[in-house]
């Protein structure tokens, strides 16, 4: 048998529950960042027995954080903005992870090829694919991890 | 000396001779007929539309999921697993990219719809969207840089000086649709229904504004599973945005642009006197378009 997820994936990992607030995820990849000692761009959200319910990233966060009326407040350059983000970040901070969360989440079995990991990745544009378990979360495979496991070898 | 009497040009003004490829934009967010209503109820947050175009497998435009319906979808009582094709309607209404933007503001009044789908060379996929706020961003631009801008010849730094002639009360629209707090929210939806508007103002039991229901909140609430018995005071957003019926035109548009709000309650003399609704998309249009200069341009002596 080849090597598979199980190989490559990082049993350490966090997640969030849907009811978690904006605020509070930010919190939590600045301190997972700091636990990982590497930065935390996503987390899987999950529910309280830990089956997978979706994937949030910054980028859905900053989705959220964009002006709604951008494409006009665009064209007046003459409109002072200053404060403006603040403004944002205070909208945003109180929604909950699960409105904006990804839920069409690409998953991986333990027994997954590595080959096949790296087929995914490059086809999806993925850097980091859950690990699933009869519906349990068990792990994440990050492209990092895969890239230097091949390379180094 | 006897002056001629003044004609009006037929319809010229700032968006003559514009077509729909210079105000549209890309597609942003699309839903397969698979996807949920809960599905569209998360994009419809997430990206602040207030509309899912829903796509079939070969991408081709099949309808549109609009916040009103998600709201009717709440009010029917549907599962959010529904699928998005059970309410969504179909087929989206389309212009092309070359069409006058005149043309396609007139489609939009004739059908009583919010917003276009642009078509591509494949005719049954769009590949952008023309909606008010479209047009209101482009009216900006052209503003800022036509000739007849009565700003270049006095030199004056900012486009908004010469706004100062309208106020809130010169745009606001009058009519205004109240509920109270204990007010269940299948009645709220009924009065949105029925008018065609976005947003409630809510009073309390002194009387006083107390909130907002807009139909984000109440899709907001379908999605965390409230019941559409629950009253309005459970949901509603607090305090109300407003703004003084005398305030300038300009200052206003700047709030709520500011705020990130399509609204604001218009208040006479205090904050608890509301007496008007104020939107972006409307008081950006008159601002824009009822420039001296613009306004002159259709006359013809």
């Known amino acids: 048998m080849g090597l598979t997820a199980r190989d490559v994936m990082d ?52 989705i959220l954080m964009r002006p709604k009326h951008i494409h006009i407040w665009g064209e007046m350059h003459d409109i002072d903005v200053s404060g403006f983000m603040d403004e944002c970040y205070l909208r945003a901070k109180s929604i909950p992870v699960g409105d904006l969360m990804t839920t069409d989440v690409i998953t991986l079995t333990p027994d997954t090829h590595l080959l096949q990991i790296v087929d995914i990745m490059v086809r999806k544009h993925l850097r980091r694919i859950p690990v699933l378990d009869g519906g349990k979360v068990i792990g994440i495979v990050h492209i990092s991890s895969v890239f230097f496991f091949l390379m180094e070898r | 000396m006897a002056h001629a009497p003044m004609s009006v040009k037929d319809r010229k003004n700032v968006l003559s001779g514009l ?13 397969p007929e698979s996807a949920s209503v809960d599905e569209a109820t998360r994009c419809a947050i997430k990206f602040k539309v207030s509309a899912i175009l829903i796509t079939g497998r070969e991408y081709q435009a099949l309808g549109v999921v609009s916040k009103t319906d998600l709201m009717c979808a709440y009010y029917a009582g549907l599962p959010l697993e529904t699928p998005v094709s059970t309410i969504m309607r179909s087929p989206p209404l389309f212009c092309g990219m070359d069409d006058s933007l005149d043309a396609a503001l007139d489609t939009m009044r004739s059908k009583g719809v919010h917003r276009l789908y642009v078509r591509g060379d494949d005719p049954d996929q769009a ?12 009216l900006y631009r052209y503003c800022h840089k036509c000739e007849h801008n009565t700003l270049r010849t006095r030199k004056v730094p900012s486009i908004f000086n010469f706004s100062d002639t309208f106020k809130v009360r010169d745009v606001m629209n009058p009519s205004l649709l109240v509920f109270r707090e204990e007010d269940i929210l299948s009645s709220v939806m009924e009065g949105l229904s029925a008018h065609r508007i976005g947003a409630v103002l809510i009073r309390g039991r002194n009387n006083l504004p107390s909130g907002v229901v807009s139909k984000t909140d109440l899709i907001m609430a379908y999605r965390h599973g409230i019941p559409p018995t629950a009253e309005a005071a459970t949901i509603m957003s607090s305090p109300v945005r407003s703004c003084d019926h005398n305030e300038q035109l300009v200052s206003a548009i700047q709030k709520m642009i500011f705020s990130d709000v399509h609204r604001f309650f218009v208040y006479r003399d205090n904050p608890d006197n509301i007496v008007g609704v104020l939107t972006l998309t409307d008081a950006a249009r008159v601002r824009s378009g009822s420039c001296r200069a613009c306004v002159s341009s259709r006359i013809r002596l």
């Open chain 1, 11 to 62: 049993t350490r990992f966090f997640t969030l529950l849907p009811e978690t607030t904006v605020a509070e995820a930010v919190k939590a990849f600045r301190r997972a960042g700091e636990e990982l000692n590497r930065r935390v761009f996503g987390m899987m959200v999950t529910s309280p027995d830990g089956e997978l319910l979706g994937m949030v990233s910054m980028y859905d966060i900053l």
């Open chain 2, 127 to 138: 590949i952008g969207i023309l909606a008010y706020p479209d047009i209101v961003g482009l």
């Open chain 2, 19 to 31: 077509k729909v490829r210079e105000a549209m934009r890309r597609i942003a967010v699309h839903l």
